[in-house]
């Protein structure tokens, strides 16, 4: 299981270093790295719920607590607006602050609820629909 996860996670920073590259604005790239870490435990999560790794509890869980974690650091990366042409993010952040800010606020609220509670493969998928709402609701208005 480690292995699994361990592989996923350089697929998922060679990923990440291909699609930040060209980036120049250091607060977009700093903001892009937040978002590519809560993305990796996403797949880490997604994975296990897919069936495609094996369920490990203590590896979810901790996939959680880390998607909280830098769920946190949303709000203040975007606090002063940063462009990029490489940035996914929409201008419509600061015009629309106070949703998004509250939309970041659900996705790390909700993770940390979630983390330490997933015993079970049942669970996870539950929690993965839940989490995955989150972020959905945010990036169907806020991402390119």
């Known amino acids: 299981m480690k292995k699994t996860v361990i592989a996923l996670a350089l697929v998922a920073l060679g ?3 291909l699609a ?3 980036v120049k604005n250091k607060d977009v790239m700093a903001r892009m790295m937040v978002m590519t870490t809560i993305g990796d435990q996403m797949k ?3 994975a296990m719920a897919k069936g495609k790794a094996a ?6 869980n901790a996939a959680l607590t880390e998607v909280a974690a830098q769920s946190a ?3 203040p990366m975007f ?3 940063a462009d ?7 201008p419509i952040i600061w015009e629309r602050w106070e949703h998004f800010a509250a939309l970041a606020s659900d996705a790390e609220t909700t993770a940390e609820s979630l983390a330490g509670t997933v015993t079970s493969k049942a669970e996870l998928g539950l929690a993965l629909r839940q989490l995955g709402g989150t ?5 169907s208005t806020y991402r390119k």
């Open 135 to 139: 972020c959905k609701a945010c990036h």
């Open 20 to 22: 930040h590259g060209g």
């Open 84 to 90: 990029d042409p490489k940035s996914e993010a929409l």
């Open 55 to 60: 369920f490990d509890a203590t590896v979810a």
């Open 15 to 17: 990923t990440a270093a």
């Open 73 to 75: 650091q949303v709000t």
């Open 44 to 46: 880490i999560l997604g």
């Open 79 to 81: 606090e002063a607006r």
